[in-house]
Structure formats: structure tokens, C-alpha cells
């Protein structure tokens, strides 16, 4: 299906997290960035991977054909008009959506429910934060094929 | 118009009934089910004694999930033979059912084996079905003593329900440690102490020799009193069906990778099946909840005349206890990398240049990885395994690999 994912050029990532910080914000449901995050565990659905010499940041690829949609025990993961999409009350923190994802993009949240990027569509950003907040632009939202 | 007949009502079933829908959104389907629930998430069984999964919460699917797909669900009736050579099943009410093409997907049963004194115990349950799980939370009191005979997953999972609302939990194994078909004794060991810390108690490598209404004397000579049993010793998949009908069957169904018997016009998928399993090369009862829609997605797919296979099966697994997580997959073969801590073990199994399994326990973060691994056949001289077995991580894989994966839809 032809949607716009989240994407990012590694040549162009720092490696800073502020995408990271910007996911968890985003996902808070509070207004206030410092009372939402400052000195407390944040739980972003996207993480920096990389080591000293190459650095990206990574969140759900929402496959065509999700592994953990077909995998999720209780049945609390699916696919919504291109999006897969975890309900949370539904979740059992049973960590089998962990054990399939091959992008390693599922981490508990401070419940133990499972987190996941759901592109912001659902929270008051509306659009992908990670993206909104990139400050070298390294991360992107737009359309794309196969790669190449 | 084609007829689909699935035998069975649970996730290989809505798998199947998924998968004849991408391809055929017209032909009529039947489901055949024993059990009187629309398919719910097994697993959850547990859940739902503990308080965690409500009975409206553990369907597997929405409630207009049959109507949607149009088909038609027999509730409480149950399949007693297949006739490949009339292409029809026959029912208990002595209806026959006609199909172009079936599917059996009637999972496994518990094994109860002869056990001296068992048929004076009045309050015994299995623990397979929601109505098991319904039956014990009726029975099971604040003061009962609950006495699992059985430490694998089926087992510890009921206990584990069952801990917080009863007075005392007992485990018995013959099995020298917990969970023993998946983890050795190390990381079974981590498990233990977090289910003992918790008040579970566990007599291990010890058996029942009889029992009495409300005692049972072990082999070790000790004695548990107990209110109500719980039965947890094993499964055994379902397969007289196929095997009565002249079909090959081994310790499940045998199936190929499109899912088909060896009886015309019959597939078979879930824990009734056993196919090819990657990381061994044999062919084993892969019996876990992923691998049971997928073979049932495929099954369906089949039966409809699209092409679907499934052939990157593997066994894998992932249980909790009180915030202790264990992730196995594959198989423990090859040579071992491991790292240990006070609370956490992880082994990795590398043969032949592949990963070929591992054990996690208490360190799990994006065990998926690995799992891919392992599901991929990825040869390690294509990967930074030096770096990917210290941490799970997409960076020990080349540029172009992270490309595919990073850089377009996948």
C-alpha cells in the first residue's frame, strides 16, 4: 500500500536523540515539554542505533506484512489503513511481538504494554515528530517504493 | 461457488478464514467448532484467571468478525470423520458436510496419563480451553490450595494466574527444572527463584505416586494436601481425523509448506500440524500462537487456489513471570556465546557460519533481531556478529542490508 512512513538517511543523522526526546513528548499527552520529560524515564517508540562511525535512528517500518500483527497473542496489534497500531489495553506485555520484530521497534512502556510508533496521527502532533524536530532533516516522512 | 469447511474454531482458523478471504471473497465457508466461543486468544487463558484479560477482551477478533467474512459457524458441534474420497465431514448430529476443500485445524488436547487414586479426585481441571480457565475461577477460594502437576508453560502460566488469588500454589515436575523443553537448567533456575520469591512452591524431579481425594504422595515421599488439582502434564495434537481418513501422520498432521495433507483436497494447520522447522531441518509440531495463524493464513490462501507458503517456521517462544521475560528460539546447537549476570542469562547458538538459536533470560531488548537471524539463515561472515551478539542491533548488518531494510516499504 502507498503511504508516507517515517524514513531516515543515515549520512545525515547526528546521532543527537533528539528525536527520541521529541517521540516520548509527543506521546505524552502533556503540553509542557519540561514537565512531561525532565528527570523522568522516557519511553520513545523510536531509538538511535549506530555506533562511533554511523548512527540512525529507527521505528516501526509498518511491514506489509507485519510479523508481529500475525504474531501478537492477543490479538492487540493490527494493520489500519496502512498503519499497524497497537491497542494498549489489549496488551499483555508478553514480549512475542518483541521476539519477532526483525527492526527490534516494540519496547514496553512503563505500564509493560508495548509501545510502537503509530506515525503521531493518534497524539496532538498530528504528524511525525521525530521528523518535525530532525535538526539536520535526517529524518522524513514521504512516500517511497521497494528499496532499490 | 466454491465450499471451505475449517474443523476448528481457534487461531489457525481465523488465520485460514483470513486467508481464503485475500483471495476468494465469495465462496461459502463453515467452521466447525467444538468449543462454544468465537476464536479467543489461547494464551490469554491465564490472563483472564488472573484478572488481566477480561471475557470480552480475549477474542481474538472483533465480534462481527465471522459476519464480515460471511462465514457460518457451527457452535458445539464437533467433526467425527473426514471422507476425502466423498469430500465431506461428517458431524456428531449425523449431518454430513460437503467441502471443495477443508482444513483441519483442530489443535491438541491435554495428555493425562493413569494415575493411581486419580479418579477419587473430585476437583481436577486441565487448563486448555477458556471453559477449563472459566471452570477453575469458579472453583478455585481465597483459602484453596491449588496443586499443579506439571511445570511446562501450560502449567507455570496457571499457577502464575492462580498465585494471587489462593492460598497456596504447589508445582510438581518430573521434568529437574522448570519450563524443560525450552530452557536448560541455568536459566530455568532464574525463573524458579522470581516464581518463588512470588510464593510459588515446586516439587522438581519428583512425580506423583497416588493420590487420595485431597492428597497426592510423591515419589520423594513428600505429601501435598490439596483443594483443587490442575492436570498441566502435556498436550497431544489432535490428529485422528487425518489419520482415521488413511492421512500420514507423525506426532502431528504432516503437512508440506502450502499446508496440504497427504489426503486430496485436505490441510491442515496450528498444533495439529507438523512441518518443516528451519533452524533444526526437521519436521516438528511447531505449536505456538505466530506459527499457527501463519500456517492457517497459508492453508487458506491454498485452499482458495492462490500460492502461499510457509517455510521459515521456526520454534520460538517468549513467557513471563512477574516481570521476568524469557525468550528462547531455534534450536540449542553449535557452539555457545554467553553472557551472565545475577539475574540474567543469554546464550547465543551458532553452527555451520548461522544462528541457530538462543536463550534469553531477563535481557530481551529487540531479541527480534536474532530471531530474524536465525529465520533468514543469515550467513554471520555477512554481519558484524561481534558486535550483534553483545546487543542485539541492526548496525552489525552492511549498508546495502540496512538500505533494504531502512530505505524503502518492507
Known amino acids: ?148 | 461457488m466454491k465450499r471451505y469447511v475449517i474443523i476448528g474454531n481457534c487461531i489457525a482458523a481465523a488465520g485460514c478464514v483470513e486467508g481464503i478471504r485475500s483471495v476468494d471473497p465469495d465462496g461459502a465457508i463453515t467452521v466447525v467448532s467444538e468449543e462454544t466461543h468465537p476464536a479467543y486468544c489461547r494464551p490469554l487463558i491465564s490472563y483472564f484467571l488472573e484478572g488481566r484479560a477480561s471475557l470480552d477482551r480475549i477474542s481474538y477478533r472483533a465480534p462481527d468478525f465471522y459476519d464480515r467474512a460471511g462465514c457460518t459457524v457451527l457452535y458445539g458441534r464437533r467433526a467425527v470423520a473426514v471422507r476425502p474420497e466423498e469430500k465431506a465431514v461428517e458431524l456428531d448430529d449425523g449431518t454430513s458436510l460437503p467441502y471443495d476443500a477443508l482444513c483441519v485445524a483442530t489443535g491438541s488436547s491435554p495428555f493425562v496419563p493413569s494415575m493411581e487414586g486419580l479418579e477419587n479426585v473430585r476437583s481436577k481441571y486441565s487448563f486448555m480451553t477458556l471453559d477449563d480457565a472459566i471452570a477453575l475461577d469458579k472453583a478455585v477460594a481465597p483459602e484453596s490450595r491449588v496443586f499443579v502437576v506439571g511445570a511446562g508453560m501450560i502449567g507455570l502460566k496457571c499457577a502464575e494466574g492462580l498465585l494471587g488469588r489462593a492460598a497456596s500454589v504447589t508445582v510438581c515436575d518430573l521434568a529437574d527444572r522448570v519450563l524443560s523443553s525450552v530452557l536448560d537448567f541455568e536459566c530455568a533456575a532464574l525463573v524458579q527463584r522470581r516464581l518463588e520469591e512470588h510464593g510459588m512452591r515446586f516439587y522438581l524431579g519428583d512425580s506423583v505416586l497416588r493420590f487420595e481425594p485431597d492428597t497426592a504422595y510423591l515419589k520423594s515421599g513428600a505429601v501435598v494436601g490439596f483443594d483443587v488439582l490442575v492436570l498441566a502434564v502435556g498436550i497431544r495434537p489432535n490428529v485422528s481425523l487425518v489419520k482415521d481418513a488413511g492421512g500420514e501422520v507423525g506426532r502431528g498432521i504432516v503437512v508440506d509448506e502450502m499446508m496440504r495433507t497427504s489426503l486430496p483436497g485436505v490441510f491442515a494447520a496450528g498444533d495439529c500440524a507438523q512441518s518443516f522447522d528451519v533452524s533444526s531441518g526437521e519436521s516438528r509440531v511447531l505449536a505456538i500462537l505466530p506459527n499457527a495463524y501463519m500456517q492457517g493464513h497459508a492453508a487458506g490462501v491454498n485452499m482458495a487456489g492462490g500460492r502461499e507458503v510457509f517455510d521459515k517456521g521456526i520454534v520460538m517462544n517468549s513467557i513471563g513471570f512477574f516481570g521476568m521475560h524469557a525468550m528462547t528460539a531455534g534450536s540449542y546447537d553449535g557452539e555457545v556465546y554467553e553472557e551472565k549476570t545475577e539475574s540474567s542469562v543469554k546464550r547465543l547458538y551458532t553452527k555451520d557460519g548461522l544462528l541457530k538459536g538462543f536463550m534469553l533470560v531477563g535481557c530481551d531488548e529487540r531479541a527480534g533481531i536474532y530471531t530474524s537471524m536465525i529465520r533468514e539463515r543469515m550467513p554471520l561472515d555477512s554481519v558484524d556478529f561481534g558486535l550483534m551478539k553483545r546487543g542485539a542491533t541492526t548496525a552489525g548488518y552492511c549498508k546495502e542490508k540496512r538500505g533494504k531494510m531502512f530505505g524503502g516499504v518492507v
Not at chain 1, 500500500?1 to 517521540?23: I, Q, S
Not at chain 1, 502533556?30 to 531509538?47: E, V, W
Open chain 1, 1 to 148: 500500500m502507498n503511504m508516507k512512513r517515517v524514513y531516515v538517511n543515515e549520512e545525515w543523522c547526528l546521532g543527537c536523540h533528539l528525536c527520541e526526546y521529541n517521540c516520548a513528548f509527543a506521546n505524552s499527552g502533556l503540553s509542557d515539554m519540561a514537565l512531561a520529560l525532565k528527570g523522568k524515564p522516557i519511553y520513545p517508540r523510536i531509538h538511535i542505533e549506530g555506533d562511533e562511525k554511523i548512527s540512525y535512528a529507527v521505528s516501526c517500518r509498518h511491514c506489509e506484512d507485519p510479523m508481529c500483527v500475525r504474531s501478537c497473542i492477543a490479538g492487540a496489534i493490527s494493520k489500519q489503513d496502512g498503519v499497524v497500531r497497537i491497542d494498549r489495553d489489549r496488551c499483555v506485555g508478553c514480549f512475542t511481538c518483541v521476539l519477532v520484530c526483525p527492526y527490534g521497534a516494540l519496547a514496553p512502556g512503563e505500564s509493560g504494554a508495548m509501545l510502537k510508533c503509530e506515525l503521531c496521527l493518534q497524539n496532538a502532533s498530528g504528524e511525525p515528530a521525530c521528523v518535525r524536530g530532525c535538526p539536520n532533516k535526517a529524518i522524513v516522512y514521504e512516500e517511497r517504493g521497494e528499496a532499490e
